[in-house]
Nanobody, 120 residues
């Protein structure tokens, strides 16, 4: 059984920072994070930050220069550092990760979501 547990969301004033974490637990051989997504009320889920198996990253234009995605393979964890937060960053944030329980078995998982609210 594999679980992705997100943490780090909360309420912050505009200009503040938060760091989201997404930790995989269970019988894990390896993880390959795909990225962080967010969904605001009435809007579609969108990719905020992506990361490849080689470590290359890409960001939505709206967060470039403010957000940073990273991974810690030893901890089976992916992070999203969010700086200079704006009210329009308010959303539920989800991590999306491939998890291998064996070298030949890989399943893509979503985290449960964590609320980020930025007040003006």
């Amino acid at each position: 059984q594999v679980q992705l547990v997100e943490s780090g969301g909360g309420l912050v004033q505009a200009g503040g920072s938060l760091r989201l974490s997404c930790a995989a637990s269970g019988t894990i051989f390896s993880i390959n994070p795909i990225g962080w997504y967010r969904q605001a009320p009435g809007k579609q889920r969108e990719l905020v930050a992506g990361i490849t198996s080689g470590g290359s990253t890409n960001y939505a234009d709206s967060v470039k220069g403010r957000f940073t995605i990273s991974r810690d393979n030893a901890k089976n964890t992916v992070y999203l550092q969010m700086n200079s937060l704006k009210p329009e960053d308010t959303a539920v944030y989800y991590c999306n990760t491939d998890v291998s329980t064996r070298p030949t078995i890989t399943v893509r998982y979503w985290g449960q979501g964590t609320q980020v609210t930025v007040s003006s």
